[in-house]
C-alpha cells in the first residue's frame, strides 16, 4: 500500500526525535527510499532542527519541549476544527427561515392614495420577518421568520405587502390587474392559524383619494435641449391637487386629492422622461424602455397611451400641448 507524501512528512518531526514505532519507522524509510521530494523536505527539516539546537547544550532536555510544542499545535488544530463546526452548525440555524407564529407578529394597515400596505413587525429581538407571496396560492400570505446572528443588528426587520387599488373593481398586485369579487379577501397564514382581511374594505380605506376624471384634467408638455420631456397635469377644479403615481413601469396613475389651496397651477403634478437617443428611453425609475413602446395614462374613467415616439416630438391626445 503506497502511503501518500503528507501522512509521511507528517512523521517526521517523531521520527527526527526517535519517537515513531520500528513498523513507522520501516514504512518511512522505505518511502524515502523512493521519494525525492521527501528526503529533501526531511534534510530542510533537520538543518532548522539544528540550527534550533546549536545554542542548547543539553540535548535530551529540548525533547519535552518539543513535545510540548506539539501538543499545543495539536490543541490549536483541535480547536481551529471546533471552531470551524460550530461557524458551519451557526450558519445552518441562523440562516434557517420558518413559519412564524401569530403571537410573534404585530400587523399593521395602511391604506392612502389607492395604496393599501400590510406591515408585519417582529415582538422578539434579533428577528427579520419575511413574506412569501408565492407559495402559499392565490391571495395568501404566509409570514416566515428567522432569527439573526448573535452580535449583530437586522436593519430590515420589518416586512410588507402592498397592492394598488385603480378602482373599486380592480387591484394591481405585482404588477398585475386583478378584477375583484364582493366576497374576496386576503389570507394571512401563520404557523399556528390564519387570518382573513376583505379586499373591499382595504379598497374603501385605500380609494378615499380616487383618479382623477380625465375631462377634468389639463395636461401639458414640455421638451429641454438634453432631450428630456416633462409632462404637466394641471387640475381644472379648485380645491384639488393632482400627483402621479407609478403603478408598473411603463404606466401611471393620475390621482386627486382634496387639499388644493390656490390656483389650480400651483396644484399639478409632473412626470419626466429622458430620451437617451433615438431608440432607448429612460424613465424616472431608471427602467429603459425602446422607443416603440407605449406611455400608458391612467385616469379613473379611461386610460390613454402616447407612444414614445410621439411623446417626443409633443404628439399628445386630446388638448394641444404648450410651447
Known amino acids: 500500500m503506497k502511503i501518500k507524501c503528507e501522512v509521511i512528512r507528517d512523521l517526521f518531526p517523531s521520527y527526527i526525535d526517535g519517537l515513531t ?4 519507522n520501516q514504512l518511512i524509510e522505505e518511502h524515502l527510499g523512493e ?17 534550533e539546537k546549536q545554542p542548547v547544550k543539553n540535548k535530551k532536555a529540548i525533547k519535552p519541549f518539543k513535545k510540548i510544542r506539539r501538543k499545543i499545535w495539536t490543541a490549536l488544530g483541535t480547536g481551529v476544527v471546533v471552531c470551524a463546526l460550530a461557524f458551519t452548525g451557526g450558519i445552518f440555524y441562523y440562516g434557517r427561515v420558518w413559519m412564524a407564529d401569530s403571537e410573534d407578529v404585530s400587523m399593521k394597515i395602511e391604506a392612502e392614495g389607492g395604496i393599501a400596505t400590510i406591515q408585519f413587525s417582529p415582538k422578539n429581538d434579533n428577528r427579520q420577518l419575511f413574506v412569501d407571496s408565492a407559495t402559499g396560492g392565490e391571495g395568501t400570505l404566509k409570514i416566515l421568520e428567522r432569527k439573526a446572528a ?8 420589518n416586512a410588507y405587502w402592498s397592492c394598488t387599488y385603480i378602482d373599486e373593481n380592480t387591484v394591481l398586485s405585482e404588477g398585475q390587474e ?6 374576496q379577501t386576503l389570507t394571512i397564514q401563520y404557523a399556528d392559524r390564519s387570518e382573513t382581511i376583505s379586499i373591499e374594505e382595504l379598497a374603501g380605506e385605500a380609494l378615499e383619494n380616487p383618479p382623477a376624471q380625465s375631462d377634468e384634467v389639463k395636461m401639458t408638455w414640455e421638451k429641454d435641449d438634453n ?3 416633462t409632462l404637466g397635469f394641471f387640475p381644472e377644479i379648485l380645491g384639488v391637487s393632482l400627483k402621479v403615481e407609478d403603478i408598473w413601469q ?3 396613475l393620475i390621482r386627486q386629492y382634496y387639499d388644493g ?3 389650480t397651477v400651483e396644484n399639478g403634478a409632473f412626470y419626466t422622461v429622458n430620451f437617451i437617443d433615438e431608440y432607448n428611453v429612460q424613465l424616472p425609475d431608471g427602467t429603459i424602455l425602446y422607443i416603440e413602446d407605449t406611455l400608458k395614462i391612467r385616469y379613473e374613467d ?5 407612444s414614445f415616439s410621439d411623446l417626443r416630438e409633443g404628439n399628445l391626445p386630446g388638448e394641444e400641448q404648450e410651447d
Open 35 to 51: 521519494c525525492r521530494e521527501c528526503r529533501e523536505y526531511l534534510d530542510e527539516m533537520k538543518e532548522e532542527l539544528v540550527q
Open 261 to 263: 389651496e390656490g390656483e
Open 302 to 306: 379611461k386610460t390613454e397611451e402616447i
Open 227 to 229: 432631450g428630456t420631456v
Open 21 to 24: 514505532s520500528k513498523e513507522s
Open 250 to 252: 411603463d404606466k401611471i
Open 150 to 157: 448573535p452580535f449583530t443588528k437586522v436593519h430590515y426587520p
Open 178 to 183: 386583478i378584477s375583484l369579487a364582493e366576497d
